[in-house]
């Protein structure tokens, strides 16, 4: 008896802590490290703080040739100074971040080399000398721009077809539901580009998403647990591959391969509507509201190729988002009050794309969509996976409103135009709380797919993105 009153109160002690969290002004993380884009290295900001402070240089880089160092700091550009960096999630990369970007953005799109040029502001050393340094910079098309978003698109896609493993899939660095999760999203931004060369690569990944036993890993008994952890994510994204990478059209072995992943989501399902990561309901019952929408999101897929799933089922689970849905529009970590839409990104796109899809609810799609557009600075917060928001807020934005979709375009061209090295190499821009899944995933290639996701919806190749 007295263990189960100090866990009850252990439990009531976590849930203050945890509302209490909620409460404050996601002002956490102390610094956030970031690509240089075309100058070549890293930076560290602080929050506070107009310094972007120089953490390393690639060799021969536009920075290195410039004569910048490691440990320098940058505090603006041409005079103007960078304002201070703020780790409040609704001033997204305001600071040194969109101001390094953007202009380097600009200036890398000139034609003549003698303007391709900037100048920094840099503080070196503890007697915090003043330089004024000049960057010659290597000429790149505008990232918006036509040719600049081809090029990215590209380069992404080379990366993607360049770390795509023999048999089919991409590794992540944990796990086999890390390599589950990564390949579906992998292959799904390959699809999106709709290129002939991609087709057999495209199929390899479909087949080895069925798994061994043309069932995707799932157990005879469809709520025991399968061979790794966090199953029902790895779930979700495969029902989504495998409906993209066949154009809607399964062959036999994917249709079976649908049915049984969305009747083990509807099977893994409690009774009051509530999922876990995998067969058990999460968080001491609470459940776990990305898995309810994701699994949305599953099911109309299905619906798509003609899996039937049970209305009963989808309403007990919809009633549970319903409930969750914040005044502000984004859907809540759980149905609790106040616990936070500050991550609520992945979520809210995954459930206002379900119901877009599938042509329900349209004003309930509209408030969720009104919410990805007005804190699109939020997007790349996405609980333990930025990466995730940054992937599915581009689709369900232009589903809804092209001008949203724009607005989305201009908020995040900082983001495209930093994590582009002098190389051509792309590199991942994290959050600036909890990134942990996404170094789970693999960084880089998370990294590529969330540039192809963000800028192929208007070439409308896949089924999230068609009206």
């Not at 970031?34 to 290295?41: Q, R, S």
């Not at 043309?214 to 029902?239: F, H, Q, S, V």
């Amino acid at each position: 008896m007295k263990l189960h009153c100090f866990e009850r109160r252990a439990f009531v002690c976590f849930s203050a802590i945890f509302l209490c969290l909620q409460c404050l002004p996601w002002q956490l993380t102390a610094f956030e490290q970031f690509p240089l884009g075309i100058l070549g290295g890293r930076g560290e900001v602080t929050a506070g703080s107009n310094l972007l402070k120089l953490v390393a240089l690639h060799e021969k880089s536009p920075a290195a040739e410039a004569g910048l160092q490691t440990g320098d700091r940058i505090s603006g550009i041409d005079g103007v100074t960078f304002k201070p960096h703020s780790n409040n999630i609704d001033d997204g990369g305001s600071g040194p971040q969109r101001a390094l970007g953007e202009a380097l953005d600009d200036v890398a799109s000139r034609k003549q080399d003698d303007q391709r040029t900037i100048l920094l502001n840099v503080v070196r050393g503890e007697g915090e000398q003043e330089l004024v340094i000049r960057c010659l910079l290597p000429h790149r098309a505008g990232v918006l721009d036509q040719k600049g978003r081809a090029q990215l698109l590209e380069r992404a896609a080379q990366h993607l077809r360049k770390t795509q493993r023999p048999a089919g899939h991409w590794d992540a660095p944990v796990g086999l539901t890390g390599d589950r999760v990564l390949t579906a999203w992998a292959a799904i931004a390959l699809k999106s580009l709709d290129e002939q060369q991609d087709e057999e690569r495209l199929k390899k990944s479909a087949a080895w998403l069925l798994g061994p036993n043309d069932r995707a890993w799932i157990p005879e008994e469809l709520t025991k647990k399968g061979p790794d952890n966090l199953g029902n994510w790895a779930l979700t994204a495969t029902a989504i591959a495998l409906v993209e990478c066949s154009n809607a059209k399964p062959d036999a072995k994917q249709k079976v391969a649908l049915e049984l992943i969305c009747q083990a989501l509807q099977e893994r399902m409690d009774d009051g509507g509530r999922f876990g990561h995998d067969v058990i309901t999460g968080y001491s019952g609470k459940g776990f509201n990305v898995i309810n929408t994701l699994t949305h999101l599953a099911w109309t897929m299905g619906e798509q190729v003609e899996v039937s799933i049970d209305k009963a089922k989808w309403k007990l689970s919809f009633d549970q988002i319903n409930q969750s849905v914040d005044s502000n529009g984004g859907i809540r970590y759980w149905t609790l009050k106040n616990t936070g839409t500050g991550d609520a990104s992945l979520r809210t796109s995954s459930m206002a794309l379900a119901l877009a899809i599938s042509k329900r609810n349209s004003e309930l799609v509209a408030t969720l969509s009104n919410y990805l557009d007005k804190h699109r600075s939020r997007t790349r917060e996405a609980h333990a996976v930025g990466s995730m928001g940054m992937l599915l807020t581009p689709a369900a934005l232009w589903r809804h409103d092209r001008e949203a979709y724009h607005r989305f375009l201009n908020e995040w061209r900082w983001y495209l135009s930093l994590m582009q090295d002098n190389q051509g190499t792309l590199h991942y821009i994290g959050g600036k709380r909890n990134n942990g899944g996404d170094s789970y995933l693999g960084m880089d290639r998370m990294a590529c797919a969330i540039a192809i996701m963000i800028l192929s919806p208007p070439d409308e190749k896949l089924v999230l993105y068609k009206n």
